[in-house]
């Protein structure tokens, strides 16, 4: 094993992207590349970044010199209302880098998508599996792109088929640096519900979502799996675990505004896309565990737990104090180091496995 | 009437003592014995008059049943203790066991009320409880007192059990004295054959549907959950037009009852558990009052389809008395369609009395629960084949067709059964 695999991660910038470039780089079997329009925050020790944009005509002639065999593409600008210029980077760009890849001869692509996409509706199985039509709302600018994307990942699959094309959709992403509309319903200051409705509701771990995508590079699965944390919860108690009360709001409320104010002032106190806190969007994680072979380290509980202690320290200025009392996340941080050190001496190329 | 001074009654009671109250004047009986039969002054059965004391007692509750009752307590705290191993309950004292007694006792139905109090009466009787086993008693109370006040705080701080489908045990307790009711003093349901249901693993009970709202689920999930010996929940599958409606649809869930679909009755029944299904859907619980205990059609045979896919045996259920609790007599599609609803049905006192028009009538049913009919001689990819389906659909639809006329004609009264 004395080759070392070229990849070439989108979207490095970005928190989860120096995430995995890291995680990827310590396992020593990986030449990483990065690519982003902006530099990160702060040097990632070993990666070779590139700033150019994925919509950049002469990315195919790069992945071709580099040699790049794996693309990991994280880049996608998030945004509440759809909009002509996140359109062009995230569904034009994903276009002309897929492209890019075909006529470079990229072997693999992976690309992180979201479990929404199969949209919340009331005649929907409770639990959906990858080949569950897609059904999402196009009322967000994020979930009109990925259903965007998606249909191309569909068409691409077809055309190119010499590319494997690796789709990732992940339930709503927690934790302490993910910003997604979840984490925002839940650090609101108060939590709009739709009264009468309980829907069941999935999330993961920002950590699990890294150790998933270094893990999907790693093994050759192909096609699309569905991750998601171990544990569905109805959302008022995904609620109470979080230490919010629920605001609950009659069910037509969400909907006539909508209607009647466009998309001007929807979306700004609804996080979450109505349809979401009235119907069930629950994705089968069966093929996470038999195909990727990846156990989540946290429960949907676990994760929720935690993030409820982030949420109550949020309130206080100093963050940095508050968390430099917290012994259990520092100690189970070095006791991942530790074992992530010694499983790369045993041998660089051996899967992760789950803590 | 005067009463013959000093003569006891000579017939026995069903304890094996003689009877206590007076002889009535011209008779060696009692007023109670008086209409009885020679036989059955002796082997009286229920009607013991006289109030029950601690040597009739000890006679009816047998050895082994301190003993046991002690292991039962024992292994109640083991359980308590593991759940809540911080928890030290106050120090004991008679007299606030005594108050905790009876403060608590009061939640129980009657039969259990007056099992739990003959059971510690007689234990006190045979000097077998000793001070450890009041002790626990007293733990097991407290602890009962300890978690009612926890409930709210657990409820608000989202620290409760509900497995993956939505299912809430605590929510299910709570409804059950209210479902309870309607099953066992509003329409006094009869429930034979619920032998049929295994007590463990798959099985697709199928029944027919009727009475514009769906309380025949109900009424046979309670028929199954309090008759069955092992305490089946059962989960039905419900149509799609209810998960749009506020309140019914985070009801459903949390009674653990699940949307009809296909997938949905397959992973149920892959994982164990008794599922019901109506296949008559909305054409069945909108029937008119003339088409009454006449099956609609089956729906496209996806209830065959998941139990094929995992061998689980299909039994038919006949649910006899749902049809009369409303008198539908006209369906306006008008302002079904106007409102969103399947169907708007037009009845004797809907929508003339307003919310009055909800109240059911109190007829008397019967659910019979038929033999099941066995697929393990069927493979799984015989879900695909289109005849096989079709004709189980039909073969089941017919036994359900025929056991609901086999009842009516038993039926002598509506209301009465």
Redesign the interface.
């Known amino acids: 094993m004395g080759e070392r695999t070229n990849i070439m991660i989108t979207g490095v910038s970005s928190y989860l992207g120096r995430r995995i470039a890291e995680q990827l780089l310590q396992r020593s079997g990986y030449k990483v590349i990065g690519l982003d329009g902006e530099k990160p925050s702060e040097e990632i020790k070993g990666l070779d970044f590139i700033q150019a944009d994925i919509r950049n005509p002469l990315i195919a002639e790069l992945l071709r010199t580099e040699n790049i065999e794996i693309v990991c593409h994280l880049g996608f600008i998030e945004s509440e209302h759809p909009s002509e210029p996140t359109f062009d980077f995230n569904v034009m760009g994903t276009m002309k880098l897929f492209g890019a890849c075909a006529e470079a001869g990229v072997q693999r692509i992976l690309f992180k998508s979201h479990t929404w996409v199969y949209g919340a509706l009331?005649?929907?199985?409770?639990?959906l599996?990858e080949d569950q039509p897609l059904g999402g709302s196009r009322v967000t600018g994020s979930g009109r792109d990925l259903l965007e994307i998606e249909g191309l990942c569909n068409r691409f699959r077809k055309q190119s088929p010499e590319t494997t094309l690796t789709i990732l959709r992940f339930a709503p992403i927690i934790g302490l640096n993910a910003d997604t509309p979840m984490t925002r319903f839940l650090k609101d200051s108060f939590a709009p519900i739709?009264?009468?409705?309980?829907p069941?509701m999935q999330v993961i771990h920002e950590d699990d979502v890294v150790v998933a995508i270094v893990q999907a590079v790693h093994s050759d699965s192909n096609g699309t799996i569905n991750i998601a944390a171990e544990?569905?919860?109805?959302l008022?108690?995904?609620?109470?675990?979080?230490?919010k009360?629920p605001l609950p709001v009659?069910?037509f409320v969400p909907y006539c505004r909508s209607k009647w104010f466009g998309n001007l002032t929807t979306m700004s106190h609804w996080p979450i896309e109505p349809d979401h806190l009235r119907?069930s969007c629950v994705a089968d994680i069966n093929k996470m565990y038999t195909e990727l072979q990846f156990t989540p380290r946290y429960t949907a509980e676990e994760a929720?737990r935690e993030f409820a202690g982030i949420r109550r320290m949020s309130g206080y200025p100093t963050r940095s104090t508050s968390l430099s009392y917290d012994e259990e996340r520092l100690r189970d941080t070095i006791e991942r180091r530790r074992r992530d050190k010694v499983r790369s001496a045993d041998s660089p190329m051996k899967p992760a496995e789950r803590g | 009437m005067v009463e013959a001074a000093n003569t006891p009654c000579s017939a026995v009671t069903k304890t094996g003592t003689p009877c206590k109250n007076t002889a009535l004047e011209g008779s060696t009986y009692c007023w109670v014995h008086q209409s009885y039969t020679p036989d059955e002054r002796v082997m009286e059965q229920d009607r013991v008059d006289s109030p029950v004391n601690g040597e009739d007692l000890a006679t009816v509750v047998d050895e082994n049943s301190q003993e046991q009752l002690a292991a039962e307590l024992d292994e109640m705290i083991s359980q308590v203790k593991e759940i809540a191993p911080d928890y030290t309950p106050p120090p004991f004292s008679p007299k606030g066991l005594m108050k905790l007694l009876q403060e608590n006792i009061d939640r129980f139905s009657p039969p259990v009320r007056l099992q739990i109090l003959e059971r510690l009466r007689s234990g006190i009787g045979e000097d077998m409880l000793d001070i450890d086993t009041w002790k626990g008693i007293w733990y097991m109370l407290n602890y009962t007192v300890e978690y009612q006040s926890d409930f709210l705080k657990r409820r608000l701080t989202g620290d409760y059990e509900t497995d993956e489908w939505g299912l809430d045990m605590e929510f299910v307790d709570t409804v059950r004295p209210f479902l309870e009711f309607m099953h066992h003093n509003y329409w006094r349901v009869e429930t034979t054959g619920i032998e049929n249901i295994p007590n463990e693993g798959c099985a697709l009970l199928v029944a027919n549907h009727s009475g514009q709202l769906p309380w025949d689920a109900a009424m046979l999930g309670v028929s199954v959950y309090n008759e069955h010996p092992t305490q089946r929940l059962v989960r039905t599958l419900y149509a799609d037009w209810f998960p749009t409606l506020p309140f019914v649809s985070a009801f459903l869930t949390k009674m653990g009852q699940v949307l009809a679909t296909e997938d949905n009755g397959a992973r149920l029944l892959e994982k164990g558990e008794v599922v019901s299904v109506f296949p008559e859907g909305i054409k069945g619980v909108g029937k008119l009052y003339k088409d009454r205990y006449r099956l609609a059609r089956f729906g496209r045979g996806g209830f065959v389809r998941m139990a094929l896919r995992n061998q689980a045996p299909l039994i038919p259920v006949s649910i006899v008395g749902a049809e009369e609790i409303y008198i539908s007599l006209a369906k306006s599609n008008t302002i079904a369609k106007m409102i969103g609803f399947p169907f708007f049905p037009i009845s004797v006192t809907w929508p003339w009395l307003g919310p009055l028009g909800f109240v059911p009538f109190p007829t008397k049913w019967f659910i019979d629960i038929g033999e099941p009919i066995p697929m393990e001689s069927y493979q799984s990819g015989d879900a695909n084949n289109l005849v096989l389906v079709s004709q189980l659909t039909d073969q089941i639809r017919n036994i359900i067709q025929q056991m609901v006329f086999s009842r009516l004609a038993q039926r002598r009264s509506v209301l009465f059964g």
């Open positions: 009331p005649n929907h199985s409770a639990f599996a739709l009264l009468g409705f309980d069941m544990g569905v919860l109805p008022i108690r995904l609620l109470g675990l979080v230490g009360l009659p069910h119907y929720l």
